[in-house]
């Protein structure tokens, strides 16, 4: 833009006046932000020391601060409870759960709880703790099944045979050629026929959908699809084409769907709730089977896996970028001083980072990760941050 050095104010604005209109809903694409935001720091100290046992990092006043009510009386545990409904019934935020739990030195598997434990506040020297209650020894015969850490009705469909897949081994697997009934759609009990021809050894194909591309935040590279669980498919005849049975599906098959290798990688109950021992800076880039926003106990996908250190049972805080506002209030430049459009303008300034949630990963690809939302504050969306809480990270 030319300078306009030397002509009075009042005419800078009124010939820039239509320009300020249009651009005052701008997204700052042409500012320079005032207080570029800082990069996550990698060598922050994290909330947690270690995996498993983790660092008392609440000193006793936070530690109290965590509770709802230290009063509460014991709280018998039901089936169908998780451990995030426990922490949720005693505490604030269920994330300081592997914090504020007390490992009752005279219980075999003191992480473990069954229906029927009593969960106590107890204090341990001036700290509140969470603990379970001595169990009749009576109990051992027959223990009922453990308590998990999360509800995994809501994720069989993600632990039985959803996959995360390379485009090369998607293209290069058999397809779906058509069914027998010449219909758009095939579901359970229906034959199907299949090109290439098939591995014999193989009697049972999970029937995968390709879904959307999963993209890294950061570099915009490729790190796979979702490939989308259908149902089984149950070699009957092997040839060219081969017949297939569809046995279990849990959505209608199509022409073009994939055949893949089944997977059973379970989430185990073992798996307990860690605060990574470092920083993973994560970013949301798939909300699978929602549109726009999910909640508490919805799953969410994100850019980082085993290759970054993720693993089951990470906690991980999310967290929302700040807007970029204008700040009118600022000094604004005069006369001579004026020579651009944004002189005319408060400078932009970025507001912090603000948490919004708590995720525990379960289940972990190289360089993607599944995890659960235990507790939402607001709607999460693609593109929020998925991070190890560090010691600054303002919670």
Known sequence: MRS????????????????????????????????????????????????????????????????RDLSQKDYVVQPGDTLWSIANHFLKDPYYWPEIWYINPD????????????????????????????????????????????????????????????????????????????????SDGDIAYARPELDGERTRHAVVEKGK??????????????????????????GDPSTLLLKDTVREVQEGDRLVEMTEEAFTQDVQPQIPAFPIDAAIILLPDAITQVGDNQVIVIDRGSQAGVSAGDLLQISKRGRVVEDK????????????????RGPAVALPDYPIGTAMVFRVYDRVSYALVAKATKPIHEGDFARTPLQDSGR
């Open 329 to 344: 209030f600022a000094p604004r430049k005069t006369g001579d001083e004026v020579e651009r459009l944004s002189d005319l």
């Open 107 to 186: 219980i075999d598997n003191p992480h473990r709880i069954y229906p029927g434990d009593h969960i106590s506040i107890v204090f341990v020297g001036d700290r509140p703790r969470l603990t379970v209650g001595l169990r009749p020894h009576i109990r051992y015969e027959s223990l009922p099944p453990e308590v998990s850490a999360i509800p995994l009705d809501k994720l069989r469909p993600f632990l039985s045979h959803d996959q995360v897949l390379s485009e090369e081994d998607l293209e290069s697997a058999p397809y779906i050629l058509a069914n027998r009934e010449g219909s758009i759609h095939a």
């Open 213 to 238: 591309p999963l993209i890294d935040s950061r570099t915009g590279e490729m790190l796979g699809y979702r490939a989308i669980y259908k149902g089984e498919a149950h070699v009957e005849e092997i």
């Open 4 to 67: 306009r050095k030397g002509l009075p104010l009042a005419l800078v604005v009124a010939s820039l006046a239509p320009v300020v209109a249009g651009l005052s809903g701008c997204a700052f694409n042409d500012r320079e932000i005032v207080n570029e935001r800082s990069t996550y720091d990698s060598n922050a100290l994290p909330v947690g020391a270690e995996r498993g046992p983790v660092k008392r990092s609440l000193d006793a006043e936070e530690t109290r601060d965590q509770f």
